[in-house]
């Protein structure tokens, strides 16, 4: 565990925050006790006031998925399933949308695109981010998020390096469509915005945390 964390730990009426795993551990070895790590000292005091109680990561999850903008469009791409680069859109509720794009590659029965052999996952989340941008400006939403910065910040914009644009002729074609998307989308006010990977409805990456 990180030595920048800090330790909550309660025991009993016992309860206390340490500022190393070592110290936390010493206080609970052998214990009937609940213990946490956290990034601050007010969120590990927040926790204790709490009743350091502990809380399923799906709850988690799921309450971190409410907070997120409604009207937004979801996109990821992935080989979580092993079956290949899929790519994925989907509204805030994790609903697939990617056929509304009408994409040249078929759908699958997860309501996926699956790509040919040799397709990275890189190429598939710029791809997401194409049939995003047109779905929503296809039905009017002024949002779409991903997780994925070099798509967000550099191939969405045609910024694309002259490695790939020697080696991925594909990769080049695609950035300068997702590009004149991304443009037109943003000429009517439309915002493209980084999301975690752990929250976003469209994850193809399986996350845990």
């Known amino acids: ?27 609970v070895l052998g214990r009937s006790a609940r213990y946490r790590g956290f990034k601050t000292r007010p969120e590990a005091q927040a926790w204790l006031d709490a009743g ?7 709850g988690r999850k ?8 409604e009207d937004a469009i979801f996109f990821d791409a992935g080989t979580g399933r092993g079956l ?8 805030r509720d994790g609903v697939p949308m990617v056929h509304l794009a009408k994409p040249r590659f078929p759908v699958t029965e ?6 040919p052999a040799g397709k990275t996952n890189n190429f598939g989340e710029l791809l997401g981010c194409f049939y995003a941008l047109r779905i929503a400006r296809a039905t009017g939403r002024r ?28 990769l080049v074609l695609l950035a300068g469509l ?19 990977g752990s929250v976003n409805p469209a994850d193809l990456g399986f996350h845990r945390d």
């Not at 909550?8 to 936390?24: K, P």
């Not at 309450?63 to 997120?68: D, F, S, V």
Request: charge should be negative.
């Open 62 to 69: 799921a309450a971190a998925r409410a907070e997120l903008p």
């Open 110 to 115: 997860f309501g996926t695109v699956r790509l």
């Open 178 to 196: 997702t590009a004149r998307e991304r443009q037109a989308f943003e000429a009517v006010g439309g915002v493209l915005e980084h999301v975690s």
């Open 1 to 27: 565990m990180g030595s920048s964390k800090v330790y909550a730990w309660v025991c009993g009426s016992e309860q206390g925050i340490e500022t190393s795993w070592e110290s936390c551990q010493a206080r």
């Open 84 to 91: 290949g680069t899929e790519v994925n859109v989907t509204d």
């Open 143 to 170: 949002r779409v998020c991903g997780d994925s910065e070099l798509v967000l910040s550099w191939w969405s914009r045609n910024r694309v390096g002259a490695d790939k644009r020697e080696t991925d002729p594909d």
């Open 52 to 58: 350091g109680v502990y809380e399923s990561r799906v």
